[in-house]
């Protein structure tokens, strides 16, 4: 509560109602609720295109950039709602490596779902995203065990982070360019 009266001074074009991902993101019983939050959130708030996917051998999001210029994006998404913060265990750390793999090779003899279809042809530059209500552990070492096994770079985004950055975007002080330069294997700055 005192936390989300912080967050609420802070927001500056961004709507209250998105204080409610503070409690989903925290309540393993509202994880899926969190999943569709948290991407309505990315997508109608930030600009960012994309789906919420969610559902077995499917990342739970992807979201992309799509400008007029060639520094176009896309994010694998996965969100986690933790009572007590995610520690992103070698299980799901093995899991985002699978997705990675599955978006480099598109292969639907290995994965009949072809998720990767949500991303549009023309992105060359992929990154992946845990988000949770908070993270514990060495964050940094772990995203980059990902990252020295697939050569993609990625971010952990606790949700307030989430809010004030796309309130950040919302007003225009932060770009979608800027937000990618923000992922570095380590929780997101900002």
């Not at 939050?37 to 999001?61: Q, S, T, V």
């Not at 060359?124 to 552990?137: A, E, R």
């Amino acid at each position: 509560s005192k936390e989300k009266d912080e967050v609420r001074k802070q927001l500056k074009t961004l709507s209250q109602d998105y204080l409610s991902l503070m409690d989903l993101a925290f309540d393993p019983k509202q994880n899926q609720l969190f999943e569709i939050k948290a991407m309505d959130l990315f997508l109608n708030e930030c600009g960012f295109y994309g789906r919420h996917l969610g559902g077995a051998n499917k990342p739970d999001g992807v979201l992309y950039t799509d400008e007029t210029d060639d520094e176009n994006y896309g994010i694998i998404v996965d969100m986690k709602a933790y009572s007590g913060g995610y520690n992103l265990p070698i299980g799901q750390q093995d899991e985002m490596k699978r997705y990675i793999s599955n978006n480099q090779k598109r292969d639907e003899k290995i994965n009949p779902t072809k998720w990767w279809s949500e991303f549009p042809d023309y992105l060359k530059n992929y990154y992946f995203m845990f988000v949770s209500g908070t993270f514990k552990g060495d964050m940094a070492e772990k995203l980059n065990k990902i990252y020295l096994e697939t050569k993609v770079s990625g971010t952990a985004m606790p949700i307030v982070t989430a809010l004030l950055v796309a309130d950040k975007i919302k007003s225009k002080e932060l770009t979608l360019q800027d937000f990618e330069k923000g992922i570095r294997n380590t929780e997101y700055r900002g």
